[in-house]
């Protein structure tokens, strides 16, 4: 079976729906995960949050994109995930439609670079590459071969060096002090 219908915006109530949904993909202790300390105070880029679902089922996907900066100069990028498809509905073209539907909003927002920490078998059928290892570093630890870079305009990750984190923390970080 494959799927024609397009992903949606998520709503606040699928949002029960999605954390079960990750629960299943990723396992409970899912947030102990560095990529989860970037969605820390974080919240996910508008218009990039999409679901599929089915009358059977009801939520059959599941994606969304995350603002984040990297380095002291904040060279923002977008973090890919989670990606979660529901265990009776992978491998039927799901994460596929929800990646590309993404992306293709993702574009013409001006977003010139998408992150993500996932198995590259997968990520590389979109084109998704490994970043150069110690180029851009995660407040935690990390397999280097799992970092991956999509650009989405030329020489976008040229751009992106030092500490992956949500903005916040960069603009905590780079706020002057006051001295004594
Ligand atoms: C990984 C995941 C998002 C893929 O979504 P999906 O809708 O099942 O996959 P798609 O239909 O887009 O793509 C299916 C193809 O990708 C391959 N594939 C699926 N998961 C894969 C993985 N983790 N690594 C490598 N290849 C994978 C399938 O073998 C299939 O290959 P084929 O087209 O040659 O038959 C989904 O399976 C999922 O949520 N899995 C649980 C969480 C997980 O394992 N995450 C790991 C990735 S971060």
């Given at each position: ?7 949606v ?48 089922l ?25 990606l ?26 001006g ?11 997968y990520?590389?059928r ?17 397999d ?15 751009k ?21």
């Open positions: 079976m494959t799927f024609t219908q397009s992903p915006d998520q709503t606040e109530q699928d949002a029960p729906a999605i954390e079960h949904l990750l629960d299943l993909a990723f396992g409970l202790n899912r947030i102990a995960k560095t990529s989860y300390q970037l969605r820390l105070g974080n919240t996910p880029v508008p218009g990039l949050s999409l679901v599929m679902r089915d009358r059977q009801g939520l059959m996907g599941a994606i969304s994109f995350w603002p984040v900066a990297i380095g002291a100069e904040m060279t923002p990028a977008l973090l890919l995930g989670p979660a498809v529901h265990p009776e509905r992978q491998n039927m073209g799901i994460g596929r439609a929800l990646i590309t539907e993404g992306l293709a909003r993702a574009r013409p927002k977003h010139e670079l998408v992150l993500l920490v996932g198995d590259p078998p990520y590389a979109f084109d998704f590459r490994q970043v150069p290892e110690g180029q851009i570093t995660l407040p935690g630890p990390l280097p071969k799992r970092l991956m870079f999509m650009e989405l305009a030329d020489g976008a990750l040229a992106a060096s030092g500490m992956m984190l949500p903005p916040w923390r960069w603009n905590e970080i780079n706020a002057p002090r006051a001295t004594t």
